[in-house]
């Protein structure tokens, strides 16, 4: 039976990833780490919670042996705005973090998830269909500590054989936690608004197209990577996964056919729109498909009538302020 550690598990993903792993692996056997916010009932009261600050090694360490964990999700990381905002804690974090958990693996024989994002990329990176193995020169602190964590985890395994894996994730489209300071949470905004206001102000430009995915397939392909057969990983970090690729008036569109009254304007964020400027339109993910098995279960179509569906009966349920 696996032993699991989870580190931002109070962050966006992290959150809904503890409890998949628990509704798999039994709660007690999945620890939920978090360093400032408290966990929410759900998370607090369905396994054991421990605070844990990755920039320290030995509170990693010492939940590792209070637990016998032997499979870190590493999640605890800055985000692409808020890291640009502050490039000296973004390092801190991002990378100091992800160092401190690859040794105590190294030390303890964990295997370790990390996922790395699309912002590894930059604008030299051929933006249509990017490639598995491609250029990447990214200009933001984000994308710095991305590719430098890629690297970090191809060299903890061939030099230690530590289990690392890992997907380049695109952005993460969820109902259930709210965004976190990223470049595409505008994603997950414009339903709020929709929903509520039938308006929404987007600060990305009309065109920009970015890679996305639906939360319950960002959780799937985690884990399904994690179970995968080590023998048929050839790349077994950042494998390029997604779903769909869509722009803001595209998704605004679809929108619309369940809330017609639905409408949209922009106030563009500089710094957010030149990150998404210098991230891919859509990414190729055919060697997670063919080394083990990635196929993601939701479009655009299905994702937006789901979102809607969720969200009208929870904001419908929740007290009027």
């Known amino acids: 039976m696996k032993r699991i550690l989870v580190t931002g598990s109070v962050g966006q993903i992290g959150s809904e990833l503890t409890l998949e792993l628990r509704r798999r692996y039994g709660g007690e056997n999945v620890v939920a780490g978090g360093r400032k916010t408290l966990p929410g009932p759900e998370l607090r009261d369905s396994g054991p919670f421990e605070v844990v600050d990755c920039t320290d090694p030995k509170a990693i360490e010492s939940v590792v042996k209070k637990y016998n964990i032997d499979t870190i999700y590493h999640l605890a990381a800055l985000l692409s705005a808020v890291a640009e905002a ?19 693996a190294r030390e303890h024989h964990c295997a370790v998830f990390v996922p790395s994002s699309i912002g590894a990329f930059g604008p030299s990176t051929p933006q249509d269909g990017t490639p598995q193995d491609t250029i990447q020169r990214p200009n933001t602190m984000y994308g710095v500590t991305k590719v430098a964590g890629e690297l970090l985890c191809d060299y903890y395994f061939k030099r230690f054989g530590v289990d690392t894996r890992g997907v380049r994730y695109p952005g993460i489209i969820s109902n259930v936690t709210l965004p976190g300071g990223g470049t595409t949470d505008y994603a997950v905004e414009i339903f709020y608004e929709a929903i509520k206001h039938g308006k929404y102000t987007c600060f990305l430009k009309a065109g920009t197209k970015l890679d996305m995915m639906y939360m319950p397939d960002a959780l ?102």
């Open 220 to 321: 799937k392909a985690a884990i399904d990577l994690m179970e995968a057969d080590p023998k048929k990983l050839k790349h077994r970090n950042a494998f390029n996964v997604t779903a769909m690729s869509f722009a803001p008036e595209e998704l605004a569109a679809e929108i619309k056919k369940h809330i017609p009254h639905f409408t949209m304007n922009y106030k563009i964020d500089p710094v957010r729109q030149a990150i998404a400027d210098s991230w891919p339109n859509y990414m190729d993910d055919s060697a997670a498909r063919e080394e083990w098995g990635w196929r993601p279960s939701y479009d655009l179509p299905a994702m937006v009538e789901d979102m809607i569906k969720v969200l009208s009966k929870r904001l419908a349920a929740s007290p009027k302020s």
């Open 86 to 104: 502050n490039p000296q804690l973004a390092w801190q974090v991002n990378m100091g973090g992800l160092y401190n958990v690859l040794e105590v």
